[in-house]
């Protein structure tokens, strides 16, 4: 084989390798190959192994893979002596391929692929060690050592090597290596073609019988002519490979597709939640608007104390040596919060004194003069200006609104005293209705209103007063 870089195949087996992807596969396939039927395997091994012309001194032997003792072998069909006429040896040679050929056996014409084997006096073979490292440049490592190997020049050889065994621990690999003479492979391939044959090989193997099941085999054709019957280049293995594949990645996709369908019903489910859950945040919101304006006066009224209770608790906080001449209630805005005071004038006999008396109430707060007293003259009185705010009240607990259910379960009014008829009547109206007459349901009353806190009793605005 010439030497040459590595191809892209080459590169992506040395990735796999550095992975651990070929051990993996190796183990892998040697623990499922026990588990193939033999007939199975019979067939795929018959495919994939060619016819082997071998050449020997003085005859050529053609060998044909056949199953024999459930087991595949060369079986020997033909040998054609090389020591006659060069005529005869190719007629000889002609009907010896031309049994090969599907036209013979019924099918369609086609070439006739086959493997010469050379004779073991014209190939030089031996094993050798080395480092792993020279893995992915095998062929231009060789290349480059061949003059250790063989006294011949790189130019008059051809070579093959396929490695058959690696030590880890060494880090080293064992290299099973042949070589020919250029002349030679060129002679036998030249002599296989003029038969009719199309050399696929040129292996320093000749077959005994006994056919290894797996194992790429050495090739020692030139690199522009080499054509490796491993399975990775066949259609006929390829073929079963893609349906294996093809079963294997249905059987993947059906769980995937299930699951699929699974996810999308899933998904219409949610979308419908999606959209009752959207219908009801909108009548929740409705609802919290319609609440709204409805408690929004209730909250303004309920929100201070009313002006009732605000003069009733002034009429009981003032002495009674205090009377007012003016009192005015009004309504502030201090940012956004909503204020309300009251504004008292009037006179009393100690005027200092009230800012006190209204702040120990529930109702006012933050009481303070709004102008400086008046001494009366004459007299003890004093003229007061005072204001204060009204402290804010919680909001009213509220109450829920009878529903339906809750109506009929309400227990029906007493029915009124019935009006006493006369005896003709009464027997009258007894023949016209049945016995079992069930008699009018009370109708149930409308639930009330947030009921607001009772007003205080009015009062006089001021003590003394006239």
Known sequence: MEAANPDLWQRIRGVARRAGFSAFWSWWIGQLAPLVPARMHNVVQRRRLRPVLAFGADAAVLW?????????????????????????????????????SPVAKGGRAGPVRIVVALAAGHVLRKTITLPSAIE????????????????????????DAIIVGRDPAKREIRVDWAAALKTIVNQVRRRAESWGATVVAVTPASPTGAVPLAGPLLNLLPGAGQA???????????????????AVLFATALPLWQKRGYAIALQQQAGQARAQADAS?????????????????????????????SIEDVTKLLPDDTWLTQFEMKSTAKGKEPRREILVRGESANAGRLISLLEE????????????TTKIQPGPGEIFDLGAQLKPLPPPQPVEFATAGEAEATPAAA??????AAPGAAAAQAAEEPDDAPAPAATTPAAALPAASPPASATPAAKGSP
């Open 281 to 309: 945040g909108a009548l929740r919101e409705e609802l919290e608007r319609l609440i709204g304006d409805y408690n929004f006066a209730l909250q303004k009224k309920y929100a201070f104390p009313t002006a009732l209770q």
């Open 361 to 372: 109430s529930k109702l006012f707060e933050q009481a303070a003069p709004r102008s400086p």
């Open 228 to 246: 490796r019957t491993s399975s990775r280049h066949s259609w006929e293995i390829w073929v079963p490979l893609a349906l294996i594949a093809a």
């Open 415 to 420: 029915a009124p005293a019935p009006v006493r």
């Open 136 to 159: 992915d440049n095998l062929a231009q490592a060789l290349t480059y050592d061949l003059d250790r190997h063989t006294p011949f020049k790189p130019d008059e050889v051809n070579f």
């Open 64 to 100: 044909v893979p056949a199953v024999a003792n459930s087991h595949i072998a060369y079986k020997e069909t033909a040998r054609i002596a090389l020591s006659a006429d060069e005529a005869a040896v190719t007629i000889a040679g002609r009907a010896a391929i031309e049994g090969l």
